[in-house]
């Protein structure tokens, strides 16, 4: 079974310029999760799919990153104008259930993908 | 707020010795807590996790992690360290409204000598 998968897995961009990061998640997982690191610091919740629709984007930095999951499959998280201090990892991750829906039965695991590093300069 | 500290940022350890890496929290209730590991290319993957009952959590390759509620800490530790052990490991905590929204800490890097 395909982990989650990133791409790019690097972008280097100029300040400005506009960037696109893919994830697609594991088959059959309805929650998508967008984190990023910032270098050297902790990996921050950016947002939370259940399957197309927003659960949750406190953690979106402001309204330059946009984030689409269509079809409830792969999303893209887009950065327009992007600015330096958005250089980081952003990690992307799936996990099949919910909190909410059966917690007895959740393992609670979050399935990562491998992240897109992103540089802008 | 829920934050978490992990004091180390290096370690270096002797391939063969034990390990234990530090992780404090911060949360009002009875938290969730994790710990993940980032391989050199590899996506961060779950070692353990503790949500209730007993303490003391049994994870993958060998590691395991004391919950302490009077220290706060949840502290990861392994007896033998093998160099495929080197990798960034993180702590992270979650809430009881949504555990999958979680806080991580800045992460160890863990070094292993021969």
């Known amino acids: 079974e395909a982990g989650v998968t990133q791409f790019p897995s690097h972008s280097v961009i100029e300040k400005g310029q506009t960037v696109t990061l893919r994830c697609d998640p594991i088959?059959?997982?309805?929650?998508l999760y967008w984190y990023r690191r910032v270098m050297g610091k902790e990996i921050k919740f950016l947002l939370h799919f259940v399957k197309e629709s927003k659960q949750d984007e406190s953690g979106m930095p402001n309204n330059r990153f946009l984030a689409e999951r269509t079809g409830g499959t792969y999303s893209t998280l887009k950065v327009q104008p992007a600015e330096l201090e958005d250089s980081g990892v952003y990690f992307c991750?799936?996990?099949?259930?919910?909190?909410?829906?059966?917690?007895?039965?959740?393992?609670?695991?979050?399935?990562f993908g491998e992240g897109s590093r992103l540089t802008v300069l | 707020a829920q934050s978490v500290t992990q004091p180390d940022i290096h370690i270096t350890v002797s391939e063969g010795a034990s390990l234990e890496l530090r992780c404090n929290y911060s949360?009002?209730?009875?938290?969730?807590l994790f710990w993940y590991v980032q391989s050199p290319g590899q996506g961060l993957q779950l070692l353990l996790k503790y949500f209730s009952g007993d303490t003391l959590v049994q994870g993958i390759k060998g590691f395991e992690a004391e919950f302490k509620r009077s220290q706060s800490s949840f502290n990861l530790r392994k007896p033998s360290v093998h160099w495929s052990d080197a990798a960034e490991y993180f702590c992270a905590v979650g809430s009881n409204t949504g555990f999958q929204k979680l806080v991580f800490g800045t992460g160890t890097r863990l070094l292993v000598s021969p």
């Open positions: 991750a799936s996990s099949p259930h919910t909190w909410k829906a059966d917690h007895r039965r959740n393992t609670g695991e979050l399935f």
């Open positions: 088959s059959g997982h309805d929650n």
């Open positions: 949360y009002g209730a009875t938290p969730y």
